[in-house]
C-alpha cells in the first residue's frame, strides 16, 4: 500500500466536487451541496484563494481529499488552521489515509506556528469521533456552533432584521 498527500490542483476541481457530493451524501446532506464545478475550481484555486485543498492517492488512485483555512485566535495571538472537510472513501477507510491527511495539515500547523487545529463532526458520526478521539482529539462542549447564511444573512446584512 502505498498512501500519498499532495496539494490539488486546478484540474482536481472535478474529482474534489465528486467526493464533496460523496461526503455530502453520508452526512444526509446531499440537498445541500450547491456549489459545482466551476464555484470549486473559482473558490479554492483562485490567486489569493483563502481555502487549500490535499488529494490522497493510493497507487496513484485519489481515494478521498482534505479542504482547510487559516484562521486566528485573538485569545492566543496566532493562527490556526480550521479543516472544513476531509474525505475518504468507504473502500478506503481504516488503512490509515484520513490520519496520514489529518498529519499533513498538523504538520503544516507546527510548521507555520498555529496555536490550534480544529473541525467540527456531526453528534451521530460515531466512527469519526472515535477516530478524532483516539489521536487525542478533544470535543469543544462548551461552545455552541452559530451559523448565519441564506436569506437571514442577506436580512441582516440589508438591516432588516436585528
Same mark, same amino acid.
Given at each position: 500500500?502505498?498512501? +500519498?498527500?499532495? *496539494? @490539488?490542483? *486546478?484540474?482536481?476541481?472535478?474529482?474534489?466536487?465528486?467526493?464533496?457530493? +460523496?461526503?455530502?451524501?453520508?452526512? $444526509?446532506?446531499?440537498? &445541500?451541496?450547491?456549489?459545482?464545478?466551476?464555484?470549486? $475550481? $473559482?473558490?479554492?484555486?483562485?490567486?489569493?484563494?483563502?481555502?487549500?485543498?490535499?488529494?490522497?492517492?493510493?497507487?496513484?488512485?485519489?481515494?478521498?481529499?482534505?479542504?482547510? =483555512?487559516?484562521?486566528? /485566535?485573538?485569545?492566543?495571538?496566532?493562527? %490556526?488552521?480550521?479543516?472544513?472537510?476531509?474525505?475518504?472513501? *468507504?473502500?478506503?477507510?481504516?488503512?490509515?489515509? %484520513?490520519?496520514?491527511?489529518? !498529519?499533513?495539515?498538523? !504538520? +503544516?500547523?507546527?510548521? &507555520?506556528?498555529?496555536?490550534?487545529?480544529?473541525? /467540527?463532526?456531526?453528534?451521530?458520526?460515531?466512527? @469519526?469521533i472515535d477516530f478524532y478521539e483516539s489521536i487525542g482529539a478533544? *470535543? &469543544?462542549?462548551?461552545?455552541?456552533?452559530? !451559523?448565519?447564511?441564506?436569506?437571514?444573512?442577506?436580512? =441582516?446584512?440589508?438591516?432588516? !432584521?436585528?
Amino acid at each position: 500500500m502505498n498512501v +500519498e498527500i499532495r *496539494p @490539488a490542483r *486546478p484540474g482536481d476541481a472535478e474529482l474534489i466536487h465528486a467526493f464533496i457530493t +460523496e461526503l455530502a451524501i453520508y452526512e $444526509r446532506a446531499a440537498d &445541500q451541496v450547491v456549489a459545482g464545478v466551476e464555484d470549486i $475550481r $473559482r473558490s479554492l484555486f483562485a490567486d489569493g484563494a483563502p481555502s487549500r485543498a490535499l488529494i490522497c492517492e493510493r497507487d496513484g488512485k485519489p481515494i478521498g481529499y482534505a479542504v482547510y =483555512f487559516y484562521s486566528y /485566535s485573538t485569545w492566543l495571538g496566532r493562527n %490556526g488552521i480550521y479543516l472544513e472537510d476531509l474525505y475518504v472513501t *468507504p473502500e478506503h477507510r481504516g488503512i490509515g489515509a %484520513g490520519r496520514d491527511l489529518l !498529519r499533513h495539515i498538523a !504538520r +503544516e500547523a507546527v510548521a &507555520q506556528g498555529c496555536g490550534r487545529l480544529e473541525w /467540527s463532526v456531526l453528534d451521530w458520526n460515531a466512527p @469519526a469521533i472515535d477516530f478524532y478521539e483516539s489521536i487525542g482529539a478533544r *470535543p &469543544q462542549k462548551e461552545w455552541v456552533r452559530y !451559523r448565519m447564511a441564506g436569506d437571514a444573512l442577506a436580512a =441582516f446584512a440589508e438591516g432588516r !432584521r436585528g
